[in-house]
Structure formats: C-alpha cells, structure tokens
C-alpha cells in the first residue's frame, strides 16, 4: 500500500503547482494596466467623484499593500470568486461551469470509446510487432496523427457536412429549437460528427501508449518464463502480457480526463460547439484576460488533480513506482 | 527498404518547403498583401490558387505564410531542445543539490497545463511571432530535461567519462566532448518532433486567432477562409492550399522524426523475441 508519507509529499507538490498558477495570474493581473475600478468602469471613473472612487478601492482592497492583496486573492480564488469577464460582465467561474456541461457532452463518450479503441488496436498491434499487419497499422497512425486536429475536423466539415450533407455545419442544436425546446436527437445529430472525431484522436493517442508498453512487457523474462513453460499465445497473451502493459494505461486515462479544456478546443472551434474550447477561442479573439485566466486556473486545477490522482493510483498499483527513484 | 524511401522523399518535402519560404520574394514579388485580382477568383493561369475575399493571391499568401510558419516551428523547438539539452547534460552530470532542486521544481512545473499559460501570456503581452516561439520554447524546454537527464544519467557513469575525468578533464571538457556527442542522437530525434509539434501548434494557435490579422501565416490562412464560410459556400481554393502545406509539412516532420527514432532508439521498432 502506498504511504502516508508519499501520499503527503506528492499533495504538497500539487499544492505548490497550483500556487505557482495563482502567482502567475496575480501578478498579470496586477501587471495590467490601471486597476479594476479604471478597467470596468472607465467611463465611470472620469465623471465619479474621487472619494466614491476610494471608497471602491478601499471596498476591493486595491489600496492594500500587494502581499496583501495577494493573500486576498488567494482567499477569493478559495471562495469561488474568479473576477469577471471583460467582454460579458458576468463572473467567470459561473460561466465556465454554464459551458463546462456542453464540452462533457462530447468529451464523456469521445473519452470512453478513444480509450477503448486505442488500448484495444495498440495491445493487438504491440502483441504482433515486427509483423507486417502491425507496421501497416502504425504508418496509418502515424499519418493519422501527424495531421492537425482542426484539420481533419475542417475536412469532415467539408465532406460530411457540406458535400455529404450527413450532418448540420456547426453548433449544437438546429434553429427549430426555439420553438420546440431541446431535442436529444437534434443534438445528437449536431455532436456525431465532433464525437466520432475526437474518438479518433483519442484512440490513435491511447495506441502508441499501448503499442509501446506492450512491447516493453513482451521483453520481460516473465512473458519467456511463461513461454517456456509451454502455455499457450491466448493465455500469456490475456493473462500476463496485458494485465502488466495496462499499468501505464492508467496514468494516460487519467491525463486524458484532464485534457477537458483544451483536449477539443480545436474541435469545438471548427464546430462553433459552446464549450469551453470555443469559450477560450472566443476570449482570446476579445482580448478577455480574466475568462481567459479563470480558464488557465480551472483547467491548472483539473491537471494537477488528475495528476495526482495518476501518480497515487499507479504507486498504488506498482508500487515499484515511488517519487526520485527515476533513474 | 520502404522506410529508406519514405525518409528520403520526407527531407525532399522539408527541403522544398524551406526553399519555398527562402526564395518567397522571387516567387511572388507582389507580396502576400497586394490585391492582385478580383476577390474570391478561382485558380487560373494568373492566379494558380486563385484569389482570397479581397483579391490577394492565395500563392502569394502561401509562399510568404511558409516562413512564418517555418520559423515558428523551428524557432521554437531550436530554443526548447538547446534549453533541454543544456540543464539536463549539466543537472545530469553534477547531480548532487543542483539535480535535486531543479528535478523537484520541474515536478511543481510539469502539471501546470502550458497550452493555455501560453494563451494567457500572449493575450497579456501581445508579442510578435518570435517572442511567442521564443516563449513556446521556454514552456516546452520543461518535459525535455527529464529525458536529457536520463540519457545523460546512463552516458555520465560510463568509463570512458570516468576516464576523462581521471585524466583531468575539466567538466566542460567532458560534458561538451564527451557527453554531448552520446546523446546527439536523441538531440536529433527531439529537435525533429519537437519541430513538428510546435509548427502544428503554432499553426492551430493561429487558426483560434493569436495573431492579428494583418500577419499572413497558415493559419490565418486557414482561419480566415474557415470563418469567411470558404466551406459553407464551397470554395475549396481559399481553404485547401494552406491546409495541405500545413499536412505536407507536419507529415515530413514525423516521418523523419520516426525514422530517427527507429534508428537511434530499436526498443521503439521491431521487438520481437
């Protein structure tokens, strides 16, 4: 079992990740510029008598030395406060969360069936490696993966949507729905093609993974100790092989929960679909540092958890796997 | 055999388009903003990709988009491998404290996710193309140092560099002449995939919208055509040009790339007992 010293060290080292982020953002926000009341209400802050004016920088403790406003940010940070969006006014954290629904839509079945699909390739091509199958498998995917995710997402746009006319262009549900309301098979009409995409690119990233640890175990003396003992490929296949290439598998499953954010924004981009991935397009093309930070923020947050989560399940598993032993 | 054939006709790919992106002005001496025809011409003898929405020559664009793009990718990847390579000779073959702090401050680095740090530095300072490759680099040196350090790790204890140290070699000596040579290979192979990482993400950085409009690179190219419906109305010549250099490219890369990494490194190719 894993240690609560290990368990300890590996928390602080998230912590200090996720301070690291928060300094970051505090002093870009602190290196902008004016200050809040001058940013938000400039048109305001001209007109406004001047002890109004303190009375807001007293009320928001921009007056406070910066080692101060800066435990005051952590403390708001903590408390679910992340500021407001420059270009819609409304706090950032709520309107993360308002898209954070629309992304899981496609990432949740993308995620699984990319999981699925890559282990399952890569276990079987890693298995016949050298093999002319497993070579022919591996240029596809490497031809696959060589091209830009926005492109194949452009291309199938192009092709299933606009020559084929399979699928509606872009966004998430048809016009109709103003007057019928949401219809699960309009929306799912509308996320087929982006889904079916971004299992593809899931799955050929799981595949290398698989392919390559897979490979590595079939080098192990315990695959030629079963061999040698005369079992049969199925059984050192299924019960020795695998269960060993998986190890690594979990890490990647983990991290690919993580890629929440930026995983599709491409995708998303291409499909105009109101996720988060087109929120941070969307920000960027606004110039809107505070979305875009509570973006960084919240998906700092996601990676470094799941992180943590990867480092503890996998010493769990092996526990071989232990902090500065790496070399 | 095939694998020879397919890493030759890579280089010559690679090859062409550098010397596209060299010889942009020879090529297209109007430049990439001159409104040469009318807009959203398709291709004919004057215009061999046709024209955009404002009749600027779709070639023109390609050709001076070319060194943009090119120079991002291996801007970047130039800094991050040197970074890479650098701290990991050196954290590698002093070890001791030095190893100690910079391995404990890559593991408080490595989850920050830098994709979208590198979105909100560039929203923040609003940097030309070579200070956002520059950066992109410094961001992509951190996962590189912990392979360096392994490789240089297994080079460092080997007794020819115990010999050279026997024998009075100073440190750089040994780490510059001794060590560095042994992990060229996988300095090749890094600088390869990682080039073709940062051209695809510099050029996907584009097509979100980093830049402003007025830097003509693909994926602006691509944006541009994209947002303006070069899709929805069915207009392939505005879209596929900068679509398929950015394919021609990215494919060349990785398949020099993999076979580098065939060569140099057998554990990833054939394995068979």
Redesign the interface.
């Known amino acids: 079992m894993i240690s609560g010293k290990y368990l300890l060290q590996r928390l602080c080292?998230?912590g200090?990740?996720f301070i690291?982020?928060l300094t970051?953002?505090f002093f870009?926000l602190h290196?902008?510029p004016g200050d809040y009341i001058s940013n938000y209400l400039l048109s305001l802050s001209n007109t406004l008598p001047k002890e109004i004016v303190d009375q807001f920088r007293e009320q928001f403790g921009l007056n406070l030395p910066l080692t101060q406003q800066y435990v005051l940010y952590l403390g708001n940070i903590l408390h679910g406060q992340w500021g407001y969006s420059y270009a819609y006014g409304q706090p950032v954290l709520s309107m993360i969360f308002g898209k954070l629904c629309w992304s899981l839509v496609l990432l949740v079945p993308a995620t699984i069936l990319g999981i699925l699909i890559g282990t399952v390739i890569g276990a079987w091509s890693g298995w016949k490696?050298?093999?002319k199958k497993d070579f022919a498998v591996f240029n596809v995917m490497?031809?696959i993966?060589?091209?830009?995710?926005?492109?194949w997402a452009?291309?199938a746009?192009?092709i299933f949507a606009?020559?084929l006319q399979w699928f509606p262009?872009g966004g998430y549900a048809s016009i109709s729905v103003l007057s019928t309301g949401l219809d699960f098979f309009d929306v799912l009409h509308h996320a087929l093609l982006p889904i079916i995409l971004m299992t593809f690119f899931i799955a050929t990233g799981n595949y290398y993974v698989m392919r390559?640890s897979m490979?590595?175990v079939?080098?192990e003396d315990y695959?030629?100790t079963a061999r040698a003992k005369g079992l049969d490929e199925r059984t050192i296949l299924w019960r020795h092989a695998l269960k060993n290439a998986l190890l690594p598998m979990v890490t990647i499953t983990t991290f690919q929960c993580a890629g929440i954010?930026?995983g599709n924004?491409?995708i998303e981009?291409?499909f105009s679909w109101p996720g988060i991935g087109y929120l941070?397009?969307q920000?960027?093309?606004n110039?809107?540092?505070p979305l875009?930070?509570g973006?960084?923020l919240l998906?700092?947050l996601i990676?470094?958890g799941a992180?943590l989560v990867a480092d503890i399940l996998s010493s769990a598993i092996d526990p071989r796997i232990r902090?500065?032993t790496?070399? | 055999m095939s694998r020879k054939i397919i890493l030759r006709v890579s280089i010559a790919i690679l090859g062409i388009f550098i010397a596209i992106a060299l010889a942009a002005p020879l090529l297209a001496p109007a430049g990439p903003y001159a409104i040469t025809g009318k807009p959203l011409q398709a291709p004919d003898a004057d215009h061999l990709f046709g024209t955009n929405e404002v009749g600027q020559d779709i070639f023109a664009q390609l050709v001076y988009g070319a060194r943009i793009t090119l120079l991002f990718g291996f801007c970047s990847a130039l800094l991050a491998v040197v970074i890479s390579t650098s701290v990991g000779i050196i954290i590698g073959y002093y070890g001791g404290i030095v190893d100690e702090i910079v391995?404990?401050a890559i593991?408080?680095?490595?989850?920050?996710?830098m994709?979208?740090?590198l979105?909100?530095?560039t929203?923040?300072f609003?940097p030309g193309v070579l200070q956002v490759s520059l950066l992109m680099g410094l961001l992509g040196s951190v996962h590189g140092i912990?392979i360096m350090r392994?490789q240089v790790?297994s080079v460092a204890r080997t007794s020819f560099v115990e010999g050279a140290k026997a024998i009075g070699a100073s440190d750089f000596h040994v780490m510059f002449r001794h060590i560095l040579p042994n992990v060229m290979p996988l300095v090749m192979v890094k600088f390869v995939t990682t080039s073709?990482h940062m051209l695809?993400m510099g050029?996907?950085l584009s097509?979100?919208?980093?830049w402003d409009t007025s830097t003509v690179d693909w994926g602006t190219m691509?944006q541009n055509a994209?947002s303006g419906g070069g899709?929805?109305l069915?207009l392939?010549w505005w879209?596929l040009p900068p679509?398929i250099a950015?394919?021609g490219i990215?494919?060349a890369?990785?398949?020099i790339g993999?076979s580098f990494e065939e060569k140099f490194n057998p554990?990833?190719?054939?394995?068979?007992?």
Do not use: H, K
Request: charged share 10%.
């Open positions: 080292y998230s200090a990740s690291v982020c970051i953002t870009l290196l902008m490696s050298g093999g490497i031809v993966r060589a091209i830009p995710e926005f492109w452009i291309m746009v192009m606009f020559y262009l390559n490979i590595a079939i080098g695959i030629t954010i930026m924004i491409f981009t291409v941070t397009t920000a960027l093309t110039r809107d540092l875009l930070e973006i960084f998906d700092s990676t470094i992180m902090m500065g790496d070399e | 391995c404990r593991d408080v680095v490595m989850p920050i996710p994709f979208v740090l979105i909100v530095l929203t923040f609003s912990r392994s790790l073709q695809v050029v996907g097509f979100i919208g980093m691509i994209y899709v929805a069915g392939w879209i679509g950015v394919v990215s494919l890369l990785a398949l993999y554990r990833v190719g054939v394995n068979r007992i």
